[in-house]
């Protein structure tokens, strides 16, 4: 027989529990905002540039690993260590460092010291300004706000306008909450970190829409059920898909997480923290979304009405 981790007939009442869980995460959403204007994010050398160093290893091949290791015991903030070209070809980027271009400068004193030129030969050493400029940071705010009008434009098309707006409010509920999650714990916040933010926005819609388009199958199947047994319904139905989805994603993410390494950390990071508000936000926030916006304004409960079978 094959192993069910959840029951083929679930009758957990999600919605009864929204009443609870919706004005907590209305209440994270105006902490993490806070925390974001009041604190800020950990940028790193792709929003405030730095000091790049090129050097080339006399061995045959650059041990990466080492060098980051090294470096980050300096105490200098973000350092970037990346292979390029031939093996023995390493480039350092190192964060801004308070204190002007004195501190700079001491910064760069410090890894070559630390290197040594017994094994190294440094080939170059250049101020480099941020990757993401003011124009591009513009621009990218501008994708994404046109992507969710893209989205609610489908939704609706595809679904009803109250399934656009509950796509769109989990959407900004997990991106408003990831950003609050790096204002927190101050991770690094570099172009992986928006890579990141990013992938959790696909992994939240396709989760929502699994569950919209269960709630729309059984909205024509039964059309006296009431709005709130039909979510309910539709969410015990998709539940076993939906946690092992998010379950063997995790298992995954926690083995990047561990073993990895620093270059990968904050991404996947972000990555699980995500996959978690992503699962809690399909059930609790784009399901009361169409229960206060009136999905079903007439329904009315009758004695046969019966939930679909899965």
Known sequence: MPIRFIPDETRIPFMRLARIGFPLSLAAMAVSLVL?????????????????????TKTAEADLGGIRQTLESLGLGDVEVQGFGTPNDVLIRIATQPGGDAAQQA????????????????????????????????????????TM?????????RFEWQFA????????????????????????????????ILTIVGYSLNDTVVVF???????????????????DVATNQT???????????LIALFALFFFGGEVIRSFTAAMIWGVFIGTYSSIFIGGPILIYFNLRPAAAQTPDSAPAKA
């Open 239 to 249: 539940l076993s898909r939906t946690v092992l989805t998010s379950l063997t994603t």
């Open 107 to 146: 910064a760069v004193t410090k890894v070559q010291q630390t290197l040594g030129a017994e094994d190294y030969t440094y080939r170059r050493v250049e101020v480099v300004g941020p990757r993401v400029a003011g124009d591009l940071a513009w621009t990218g705010t501008i994708s994404v706000l046109t």
């Open 149 to 157: 009008v893209g989205v609610l434009l489908y939704i609706w098309f």
């Open 213 to 231: 388009d269960r709630i729309r199958e059984i909205l024509r199947r039964y059309k006296q059920m009431s709005i709130t047994e039909v979510i």
């Open 36 to 56: 974001f204007f009041a604190v800020g994010l950990n940028l790193g050398i792709d929003f405030k540039g730095g000091t790049l160093i090129e050097v080339q």
């Open 165 to 196: 707006i509950g796509a769109i409010a989990t959407l900004v509920h997990d991106v408003v909450l990831t950003i609050g999650f790096f204002a927190i714990v101050q991770l690094d916040f570099n172009l992986s970190s928006i890579a990141a």
